[in-house]
């Protein structure tokens, strides 16, 4: 079975920084697009950082040049969070789909994403 185990979450100050973890297991890990996607309270789920199987990245403009996604070679991806701010304060959930499930372009996009975890807090206050 697919599992997404998140780790890393916490409360930080404004301008802090953290860094999530995503343990992946039960899948062919050098096959799949992952990504990370938040909700916070009220609001839409949103796409923040995705990588792909070439390895190329995307983020949502809103974390563009804050945020870098990155993986392992063993089943861990990683968010790290630089200069963050109190509307960066959400559940981060990581995600995984097929390589065929999505394109670059469609890569932020949740709704393409198969397996879910069950994501990590995060809040900046």
């Known amino acids: 079975d697919v599992q997404l185990v998140e780790s890393g979450g916490g409360l930080v100050q404004p301008g802090g920084s953290l860094r999530l973890s995503c343990t992946a297991s039960g899948f062919t890990f050098s096959s799949y697009a992952m990504s990370w996607v938040r909700q916070a309270p009220g609001l839409e789920r949103e796409g923040v950082a995705a990588l792909l199987i070439d390895e190329s990245t995307m983020y949502a403009d809103s974390v563009k040049g804050r945020f870098t996604i990155s993986k392992d070679n063993v089943g861990t991806v990683y968010l790290t969070m630089d200069s963050l701010r109190p509307e960066d304060t959400a559940m981060y959930y990581c995600?995984?789909?097929?390589?065929?499930?999505?394109?670059?372009?469609?890569?932020?996009?949740?709704?393409?994403?198969?397996?879910w975890g069950q994501g990590t807090q995060v809040t900046v206050s």
């Open positions: 995600a995984a789909t097929p390589r065929w499930r999505v394109t670059r372009a469609q890569s932020l996009t949740a709704t393409n994403y198969d397996f």
